[in-house]
C-alpha cells in the first residue's frame, strides 16, 4: 500500500457535487520542488486533483478556499498525469 502526503496550497475554491446520501469535493493543490542545476535555483510546481467524499468533502467544503496551505495524506495508488509544459507542470489525481 502506498502513502502518499502533500503539502502545498489550495489552486481555487472547493467546488462540491450534491448526491442522495453523500457529497463530493474536489479542488486543486499546487506542490513545489525546489532544487539547484548548474548553480541556479529551479522551481518545478506540480497540480494535485484532490476528490473527496463523505463527510471528508464536507470537511474540504468548510476549510478550504483558495490560497490555503493545505496538507493532505492520502493511501492507496495516484494515477498520475504528466503534462510537460513550457514550466515542467504535472498533474496528479489523487482521491481521498
Known amino acids: 500500500m502506498n502513502t502518499v502526503t502533500l503539502v502545498g496550497n489550495a489552486g ?42 463523505g463527510k471528508m468533502a464536507e470537511q474540504c467544503e468548510a476549510l478550504i478556499s483558495k490560497g490555503k496551505f493545505v496538507k493532505v495524506e492520502e493511501l492507496g495508488l495516484q494515477k498520475l498525469h504528466e503534462q510537460r509544459q513550457s514550466k515542467s507542470v504535472r498533474n496528479r489525481d489523487t482521491s481521498l
Open 12 to 53: 481555487g475554491n472547493v467546488e462540491v457535487l450534491k448526491f442522495d446520501k453523500s457529497k463530493k469535493a474536489s479542488f486543486s493543490l499546487a506542490t513545489n520542488e525546489r532544487f539547484k542545476q548548474n548553480n541556479e535555483e529551479k522551481t518545478v510546481t506540480s497540480w494535485h486533483n484532490i476528490i473527496a467524499w
